[in-house]
């Protein structure tokens, strides 16, 4: 089975984020950029099922400036095969991604795709579910365990009130959520391995997509400064500073 | 290049791939290895099997084949995680140690050993310093007398980190008395050899800092060398020891330095916490000036370290530049820490904190492997072209 894995360049999750005096977005500038957690966790998926032997191949896949490059030299190092980088320094929303994937997908007809569930810069959560829909497979989203069994892939889901195990056809899209999986660190032998590895570079009129923005920022704002807490000795003191303050 | 242009892609590799691996142990595993002097086990497992070990080997031995510069950005980001020196000396050994073994031994010394080393397999503990010789090597005092088979040594050496937990030994011994070679420094030989606890006692000494990775005294009686692990030629072993020293020195450096940004960290996340006077005492010009200082320091001894690094990588003569970032570095990264217990007043005097651990641990970068005042002297003959002084 060949799976493909895209992967996103975001801000890293250690660094503090700052928001433009003019509100017009986050500071990016000299920030340090890694990939997207759940991109991480999609890669170590796909890793590891190449490592169960369910896997012969991982193509990795990211959409954006020169420098993601690197996150796909680290998403090699991890253990993905090869990568394709599709170049643009616009930002391209959720719906132009699928798109691009779309095409991408039909290229390289993988059986199946796994993305994170959300990427930590915009945290949109639509991608994965615009490609199933846009190429019309099944998905299972917010996966915290996947396996493969007799040509059907069981993604078990997290959602409200507990777990869902859906059995999907393949090809599919699953999507990773936080537990299903701790990556590994490349390791430095991998790392010496990942730059013998092969990455096609295009751009996304390759693909013919559009990826003019459809939607506009008004406004980005910091989120108001936490109040400092107040300690208490016990309940009934906590009992007593609630009821005071009107919240119980 | 690192600090002088913009990283290659493999070194924000490394350098992310290392800070990831340090990040598994924080600062509580720290501070417990300083109480209890109990060896890094679990971190130098970590980093073996990511391969790091092996960064500045060749890849015929299972390294990677990197350069000074990739092992440099290594060491840095283990002192930078707060691991300071008691994570880096208990993997510097494994790193550069044997390197005059890679460089003038044969192949099958090199065969036998590298792999072991790179693997992390086997720990190796190098044997200079003497009481009674000090920094003047030239006259030690350890003797290794030639047998039918080999050699057998007898002496005392001193300082010897790791000896506790190594399995080989990187030992240098006269085989010629001083008074019939045409040099002094002539007439010492380099031995490669296992550390025959029949032969070695190791007693341990008790210091100021580094708990977890400990220094001996060495009492050597009658270790027998067969002639096998002898590098090179005998009477040439002061010449292949001063082949490594300029990569020690930048390693020092920027091992130092990592700290020295380390213990910046943690004073200025402090100077914003803590409110004096209806202030953070980070408002203070008084706080900031120091820290900021610092900074430049590190910056400015960081970029010497690499810019050695980066003339030992092309094969260049480094040594006015890996001393004097070796100087630098080591003065830049002891101050920062100094300077990170003051901004935290009385609290950087409690060990909760660790800057004070990092201090004492950046004491011995100023004395180890070679003082100031000789790095001085290096400068002052080589460089400037004074008259030798000692
Ligand atoms: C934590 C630690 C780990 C170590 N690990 C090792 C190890 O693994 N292997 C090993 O072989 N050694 C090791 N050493 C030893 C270290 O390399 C020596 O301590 C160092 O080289 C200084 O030598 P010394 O202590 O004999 O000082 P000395 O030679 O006694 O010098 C004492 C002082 O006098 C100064 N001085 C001497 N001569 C002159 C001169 N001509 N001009 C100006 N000043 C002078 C020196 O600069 C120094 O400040 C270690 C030391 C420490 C503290």
Redesign the pocket.
């Known amino acids: 089975m060949k799976v493909l894995v895209p992967v996103k360049r975001v801000i890293d999750y250690n660094v503090k984020v700052r928001v433009k005096s003019d509100q017009s977005g986050v500071d990016l500038a000299n920030v340090k950029m890694s990939m997207n957690p759940f991109d991480e966790i999609s890669v170590e998926e796909a890793v590891r099922l190449k490592e169960k032997g369910a896997v012969e191949e991982i193509v990795v896949v990211s959409i954006g400036p020169q420098q993601a490059q690197e996150t796909l030299r680290t998403a090699l190092a991890m253990g993905a095969d090869r990568g394709i980088l599709i170049k643009t320094d616009d930002n391209v929303e959720p719906l132009a991604v699928a798109k691009i994937l779309e095409k991408v997908i039909g290229e390289e007809s993988p059986e199946l795709v796994i993305l994170g569930k959300q990427a930590i810069d915009d945290d949109s959560n639509q991608t994965g579910q615009m490609l199933a829909a846009l190429l019309d497979w099944p998905q299972g989203t917010f996966a915290s365990e996947v396996i493969l069994e007799d040509g059907k892939i069981n993604v078990t889901r997290e959602i409200d009130g507990g777990l869902q195990t859906l059995s999907l056809q393949t090809p599919a899209i699953v999507t990773t959520d936080l537990r299903l999986n701790e990556p590994r660190y490349a390791s430095l032998p991998n790392i010496m391995k990942a730059k013998k590895k092969p990455i096609d570079e295009k751009s996304p009129g390759d693909y013919g997509v559009d990826t003019a923005a459809r939607l506009s920022v008004v406004k980005v704002t910091e989120p108001p400064v936490r109040e400092a807490g107040e300690k208490v000795e016990d309940v009934s003191e906590l009992v007593t500073k609630l009821k005071a303050k009107g919240a119980i | 290049m690192h600090s002088i242009g913009e990283m290659t892609e493999d070194q924000l590799a490394i350098k992310d791939a290392v800070e990831k691996t340090c990040s598994q142990f924080g600062e509580d595993y720290w501070a417990k290895t300083d109480e209890t002097g109990d060896w890094p086990e679990e971190f130098c497992n970590a980093m073996a099997e990511g391969g790091w070990l092996g960064v500045a080997f060749p890849e015929e031995y299972g390294g990677a084949g990197l350069g000074l510069t990739e092992a440099a950005l290594v060491m840095q980001a283990v002192t930078r995680s707060g691991a300071g020196?008691s994570g880096a000396?208990a993997i510097h050994?494994n790193i550069f140690g044997p390197k005059p073994l890679e460089k003038f031994g044969n192949a099958e010394q090199k065969q036998e050993n590298l792999p072991k080393i790179i693997s992390g397999q086997e720990k190796m503990?190098?044997?200079?310093?003497?009481?009674n010789?000090?920094?003047?090597t030239s006259s030690l005092e350890t003797k290794a007398e030639r047998t039918n088979s080999g050699y057998t040594i007898n002496g005392r050496?001193?300082?010897?980190?790791?000896?506790q937990r190594a399995d080989k030994i990187l030992i240098i011994a006269r085989t010629t008395p001083k008074e019939e070679c045409s040099k002094p420094y002539l007439g010492l030989s380099l031995f490669y050899t296992d550390l025959d606890r029949g032969k070695i006692d190791a007693k341990p000494i008790p210091?100021?800092?580094?708990k977890a990775?400990e220094?001996n005294m060495l009492y050597i009686d009658g270790l027998e060398v067969p002639k096998e692990h002898l590098i090179g030629e005998e009477g040439a072993g002061f010449k292949y020891l001063l082949q490594g020293l300029n990569p020690e020195r930048v390693l020092f450096a920027v091992e130092s330095i990592g700290l020295g940004f380390a213990a910046l960290e943690r004073a200025t996340t402090y100077a914003k916490e803590r409110v004096v006077f209806g202030r953070p005492i980070g408002q203070n010009q008084g706080i900031q000036h120091p820290l900021a200082q610092r900074w430049a320091e590190l910056k400015a001894a960081e970029l010497l370290a690499y810019k050695a690094a980066g003339l030992y990588d092309q094969g260049v003569d480094c040594g006015a530049e890996a001393n004097a970032a070796k100087l630098l570095g080591t003065e830049a990264g002891f101050k920062a820490c100094e300077t990170a217990v003051l901004s935290h007043g009385g609290m950087g005097y409690a060990k909760e904190y660790h800057v004070e651990r990092y201090m004492r641990e950046a004491m011995?970068a100023r004395?180890?492997?070679?003082?100031?005042?000789?790095i001085?002297?290096f400068i002052a003959e080589r460089v400037l072209g004074l008259p030798k002084?000692?």
């Open positions: 020196y000396s050994l503990c190098f044997a200079v310093t003497e009481p010789s000090g920094l003047d050496k001193i300082w010897t980190t790791g000896a210091k100021m800092g580094r990775v220094c011995l004395i180890a492997p070679v003082s100031r005042e000789m001085l002297n002084s000692y």
